[in-house]
């Protein structure tokens, strides 16, 4: 995506689809990124749902689907 990471201040808690929503609403390179429903989602360097909740300090990652053979 061209860029580590990305902070994103929030006040309450929210989930992971919460999250996909507040950075799609910025465009692209989001929107792309994340539109794809077989994305995986960790916080905190764990494997989640997207319905786990996100605190203020968590690290979240997004892992797109990957090929293999």
Do not use: C, H, Y
Request: proline letters at 4%; zero cysteines; hydrophobic letters at 40%.
């Amino acid at each position: 995506m061209g860029f580590a990471g990305e902070s994103v201040a929030i006040e309450k808690s929210i989930t992971g689809e919460d999250l996909i929503n507040l950075l799609s609403d910025k465009g692209e390179p989001w929107q792309t990124v994340l539109s794809d429903s077989r994305l995986l989602v960790a916080i905190n360097q764990e494997m989640a749902s997207l319905e786990d909740g996100i605190s203020e300090g968590d690290e979240v990652a997004f892992f797109p689907p990957v090929t293999g053979g």
